[in-house]
């Protein structure tokens, strides 16, 4: 740490010493910073916009004010931006702009996972892994701890998951928050380790909060960039950088809609393999990522200057967060250009953002906040960053819910199906959504209004329902059962057939007749009437009957659905339990 605040004090000189000689001197700081840190932060001004969106592809800008750029670059980014004849000022690194007494506590800390814990503070790299583990571990019944890699430097890339049957795939949207992808932009970073704990603390006891916890899984990923934040060191955020360990902005590693694989011409980092990865294995319906350096929510696309097919809707759920914030912050808070709102593109065109990424491979809805226009802010100022924010973290977790939803399945075996929910003469460039092939539950926010809605999956005739009414803050439900190609009224040409079951009803005990000779092995799966997989066994060899007996106990009365499944065929038929054995 010693080390670290002599290294401050002598940039701070020489930041001084430009100021004293000029223009001539800022090469030399420049050199300094990139051998130190890897990276320069430094301003200019340009022509018009469409030298923004050139250079967009050379250096990583942070902030566009009129024609006044501020961008960041590492040693091969800077070098090529000095050949493009630029007049430009070096500034001090946000990561070396605080004294180190200014990001202490006011109060000593409680210990990990406490629900009396005050977040006024940047904690330690390890208090934040103690942190992350203590929720996990003091609320297990609604939260748990997700690994989701590790950086180049061997640091974890941690989110907790919050649910009411934590452990269970459920019928409901799931929800992601992530901060801090830029490493010096870390005011996101604090406040989401605020919201973990508040949500925690209040399951239970506040209305809205158990409400959210019940109908939602929440995942929250406070700190997407740890090599950055603790490149001064494990022990502060001081000296905190934007790129991660390889010098690259990993908000600009991501493949691009427009651009392609490799916008930014780096291979994919560990960081940016390990999220997408992560949105792979997960079916999110709306997400958020943090910065810093403006005060400003930013709605795709960042890419492309045509609106997406939900303008309407970004607009409404950006001026529903900014005027959120508006009523309790004060005046002058996050009031950036259109008073709080802003188009990606029309601000400042990037590519290969993470952003953008979701929205158009995974088709979650995804923002950009820029939460605070100083990046590290004082500890003194967290709390009352809080107060400003939180009421708007909870909207857009609740908007994550409105517009309409339901569940797609198999007309015959009831199976859950992997359908495309398209809007005709509505969706473009993406914005489809697709129900989850594991449950069959979808989630489609969209903005208020009336649409003719087609649900398709291969193999399947495509059903279309006319006129589904969305209203603001509401949902509407749209449950649809798709048909099979093949199938007809002998239940035959697919292979799919109707097998007998005795008793129907039962009490969990019956037998099912197979067809005369049936290949093996044999497997039969047991689906509710949501189309989840409840209970599953396999026969490998023949037993010398025609007859299957099950015995399947702790079923809930009602309906079900039986499938039994061979390499060639599949056979269906309803399942009723009337008592419970």
């Not at 750029?69 to 946000?94: D, W």
């Not at 989701?148 to 992601?176: C, M, W, Y």
């Not at 929250?220 to 934040?229: H, K, Q, S, W, Y």
């Not at 292979?495 to 039962?506: D, Q």
């Amino acid at each position: 740490m010693k080390r670290l605040t002599l290294l401050a004090f002598f940039f701070l000189f020489l930041f001084g010493y430009i100021n004293l000689q000029g223009q001539h001197t800022n090469i030399l700081v420049a050199d300094s910073l990139l051998k130190s840190r890897g990276e320069v932060f430094f301003k200019f001004k340009v022509g018009s916009q469409q030298e923004v969106n050139i250079l967009t592809r050379i250096i990583s800008i942070d902030r566009v004010d009129g024609l006044e750029v501020f961008a960041y670059a590492n040693a091969s980014q800077f070098s090529e931006f000095r050949h493009q004849g630029y007049a430009y000022e070096i500034l001090t690194p946000p990561g070396l702009l605080l004294p180190e007494k200014d990001l202490l506590p006011g109060i000593e800390q409680q210990h990990p996972g406490n629900t009396t814990t005050i977040w006024n503070f940047y904690p330690s790299y390890n208090q934040y892994v103690s942190y992350m583990v203590g929720f996990a571990q003091n609320h297990s019944e609604i939260c748990k701890l997700d690994t989701i890699g590790t950086t180049i430097d061997n640091r974890l890339l941690l989110a907790v998951r919050i649910s009411k049957n934590i452990n269970l795939e459920e019928t409901e949207p799931q929800f992601f928050y992530t901060s801090s992808i830029h490493g010096d932009e870390i005011t996101g970073y604090v406040l989401m380790l605020h919201l973990i704990d508040y949500l925690l603390s209040n399951y239970g006891i506040d209305p809205r909060i158990t409400n959210l916890i019940n109908t939602t899984e929440i995942v929250i990923n406070p700190l997407a960039n740890p090599d950055g934040t603790y490149h001064g060191g494990n022990n502060s955020v001081s000296g905190a950088v934007r790129y991660n360990a390889n010098y690259v902005d990993l908000n600009r590693n991501y493949p691009d809609p427009k651009v392609g694989a490799h916008p930014d011409g780096n291979q994919w980092q560990t960081e940016t393999n390990a999220f997408m990865t992560y949105a792979y294995n997960n079916h999110f319906t709306m997400s958020a990522n943090f910065h810093g350096g403006s005060e400003v929510f930013n709605y795709p696309w960042d890419t492309w200057s045509k609106n997406t097919a939900d303008y309407q809707w970004w607009q409404f759920v950006g001026r529903e967060w900014a005027d959120t914030v508006h009523k309790y912050a004060v005046p002058g808070y996050f009031t950036y250009l259109n008073d709080g709102i802003t188009n990606g593109n029309a601000w400042y065109e990037i590519n290969g953002g993470r952003q953008d990424y979701m929205n158009y491979w995974h088709k979650c809805r995804e923002v950009t906040v820029e939460i605070s226009e100083t990046k590290i802010l004082p500890t003194s100022e967290l709390l009352s960053f809080w107060d400003y924010n939180y009421h708007s973290f909870l909207n857009f977790i609740e908007e994550s819910h409105y517009g309409f939803s339901g569940i797609v399945t198999d007309s015959v075996t009831g199976q859950p199906l992997k359908a495309k929910v398209f809007i005709p003469m509505f969706d473009i460039d993406s914005s489809e959504v697709f129900s989850r092939e594991t449950n069959g539950y979808y989630m489609r926010p969209i903005y208020e209004g009336n649409y003719d809605v087609s649900f398709s999956d291969s193999g399947y005739v495509t059903k279309y329902v006319k006129n589904v009414q969305v209203s603001k803050w509401s949902s509407t439900t749209v449950n649809v059962q798709l048909r099979p190609l093949s199938y007809t009224s002998d239940n035959l040409g697919r292979g799919i057939g109707t097998i007998h079951i005795c008793p129907n009803p039962n009490d969990g005990d019956f037998f099912i007749d197979l067809p005369k000779n049936v290949n093996y092995p044999v497997t039969f799966q047991l689906y509710s009437c949501m189309g989840k997989l409840i209970y599953q066994t396999t026969w490998k060899f023949q037993s010398g009957s025609d007859k299957l007996q099950l015995s399947i106990h702790g079923l809930t009365p009602g309906i079900y659905t039986a499938k039994v499944s061979t390499e060639n065929s599949v056979y269906a038929n309803k399942l009723v339990i009337q008592s419970v054995k």
